[in-house]
C-alpha cells in the first residue's frame, strides 16, 4: 500500500464522519457512529456528547484530500514511501476524545505500524476509527495493532501524558527514539478593545472539553482596570457544563475554599475568575493577571515557550492565534510543537 492508497483511505475516512455527523444533526441515524458515540459517553462522564460531537467534526475536517496533500507539501514524498517499517508505540492520553487520533494518523501516512495503546479513559472512539478504515482498504491490517497489555517489541515510542507520567516514560523508554510530552498551558491576550464576537469566541477556547486539554485557555492577561462584564456575558453561552457533575463539584469545591479563605473572585456562575500568576487553573477556575505593557507580555511568553502550547490574542503580539481557534488546530498544528512527520520519517 503506498502513500496514494493511504491518503485516499483517509480521505474516505473523513467523508464517512462528514455524512454520518449530518446524519446524526438531523436525528435520522441509527449507525454504528451513535452507538460509538452513547457508548463513550457511558464510559467516561467527561465525555459528554457535544464534546464528542465536536472532536469528530475536528477529525473529519482536516481528513479532507486537499487539507491531507497541503499538509504533506512540504515534506520529501519519497520519505513516506518505506521498503521496511518500524513499528512505532503510541500511549495514548484520555484527557479529550480521539486526542491522539493525530499520532494515529502521522504514523500510518508514513507508512509505518501502530502499536497503541490505549487510555482506559478513551478506549473505543480510535477503535472504532482504525476499523472503518480497514474497510476502505485491508491493507491497514497490518499497519495497525491494539494492544491490551505491555507494549514490547517496538522502535520508537510516541507518548502523551501528564509531567508525573512523563518520568515514567522516560525511564521505560528513554532509550529508544521517541516523543514524550508532557503539561503544557494555553493564555489568551486582551486589549480591552475586544468585540462581543471576539470574547464569544475566546468563550470556545475556554470552555470546550470543560478546560482540560493543554490547548484550553487557563489564564488570562488582561489591562490594567478591565472590566470583565463582556468576558462574563460571552461565557454564559457554557453554562450548560455546568451540568457535569464532575465539573460542578470542581467549580463548587473551589469556590467553597475562595471564600473560607477569603480571597476574592468573579463567579459566572459555572467558572470562577481568580487573580493568580499561575498557568495552571483547577477546572471550574480560570486564573487571570494583569499587565501594565505588552512588553511584559512579550518577555514572560518568550520565557515560557517550553510550557506554551497556544497563546491566543488578536492583532496585539506576533505569532499568536485567533480568538476561537485554540481548540480547532490544523494538521501542521503539532503537540509541543515537535514535527511528529520530521520524527518518523527519520528513523
Given at each position: ?23 446524526l444533526s438531523n436525528n435520522n441515524s441509527n449507525s454504528d457512529l451513535e452507538k460509538i458515540v452513547t457508548e463513550a459517553t457511558q ?305
Open positions: 500500500m503506498n502513500l496514494k492508497d493511504r491518503l485516499f483511505a483517509f480521505s474516505q475516512l473523513g467523508n464517512f464522519l462528514k455524512t454520518e455527523l449530518q446524519n464510559q467516561n462522564s467527561w465525555f459528554d456528547r457535544s464534546s464528542l460531537l465536536f472532536a469528530l467534526k475536528q477529525t473529519a475536517e482536516y481528513l479532507q484530500k486537499e487539507k491531507l496533500y497541503q499538509w504533506l507539501k512540504p515534506y520529501d514524498l519519497k520519505a513516506f514511501e518505506v521498503a521496511h517499517p518500524k513499528r512505532i508505540a503510541l500511549i495514548m492520553a484520555g484527557n479529550l476524545p480521539i486526542v491522539g487520533f493525530h499520532d494515529f494518523l502521522c504514523v500510518i501516512i508514513c507508512g509505518h505500524k501502530a502499536i497503541i495503546k490505549m487510555s482506559s479513559q478513551d478506549k473505543v472512539l480510535l477503535p472504532f476509527l482504525a476499523h472503518t478504515l480497514v474497510k476502505f482498504n485491508e491493507g491497514f491490517k497490518e499497519l495497525i495493532h491494539f494492544e491490551n497489555e505491555l507494549i514490547n517489541g517496538f522502535d520508537a515510542v510516541i507518548a502523551t501524558g501528564s509531567n508525573n507520567s512523563a518520568r515514567y516514560f522516560d525511564y521505560y523508554f528513554g532509550k529508544y527514539p521517541h516523543i514524550i510530552r508532557k503539561n503544557r498551558s494555553s493564555i489568551a491576550i486582551l486589549s480591552g478593545n475586544e468585540t462581543q464576537e471576539q470574547l464569544n469566541l475566546l468563550a470556545d477556547d475556554i470552555c470546550l472539553f470543560f478546560g482540560k486539554g493543554c490547548r484550553s485557555v487557563s489564564h488570562l492577561f488582561v489591562p490594567q482596570g478591565y472590566n470583565f462584564t463582556d468576558l462574563l456575558n460571552a461565557l454564559s453561552k457554557y453554562a450548560y457544563i455546568a451540568n457535569n457533575t464532575k465539573f460542578y463539584n470542581n467549580y463548587e469545591y473551589y469556590k467553597a475554599i475562595f471564600i473560607v479563605n477569603r480571597e476574592p473572585f468573579l463567579d459566572s456562575g459555572f467558572i470562577l475568575l481568580k487573580h493568580n500568576y499561575s498557568l495552571n487553573a483547577p477546572i471550574g477556575v480560570l486564573n487571570y493577571e494583569f499587565y501594565d505593557n505588552i512588553s511584559f507580555v512579550e518577555s514572560f511568553i518568550i520565557k515560557n515557550k517550553d510550557i506554551l502550547q497556544c497563546v491566543v490574542a488578536e492583532s496585539i503580539l506576533e505569532n499568536t492565534i485567533p480568538f476561537g481557534s485554540a481548540q480547532k488546530p490544523s494538521l501542521s498544528d503539532y503537540a509541543d510543537n515537535v514535527d511528529t512527520l520530521m520524527f518518523l520519517t527519520g528513523l
